[in-house]
């Protein structure tokens, strides 16, 4: 018999992206996803690297935390944690953001 169990991954609410820029964030990375966005990934200006990732999208003036403490996953070529901006909010693959 196979075990499956589903798990709900909260993503966090959304942040003010003119507040967040204005404290120049550390960025660790960016990519263009499938939407072709370019995502920035940065950190915290407060929490440093005691605070999940945070996803900003310049174009759109977007930033909300992904819940994640690295880049790795959301950079998989699976797509599976893939972060775009849709509606205003943040996705992570089929995620929405709160």
Known sequence: MINIQLIKIKI???????KLMSKNP?????????????????EDPIEGCDAPVICVCHELKLACCSDFWETYDMLQSHKEYEPSFQDGRLWLGDLQSD
């Open 26 to 42: 550390t960025e660790y990375e960016r990519f263009t996803n499938s939407k072709g966005q370019e995502i920035v990934f940065v």
């Open 12 to 18: 966090s609410k959304m942040i003010n992206y003119e």
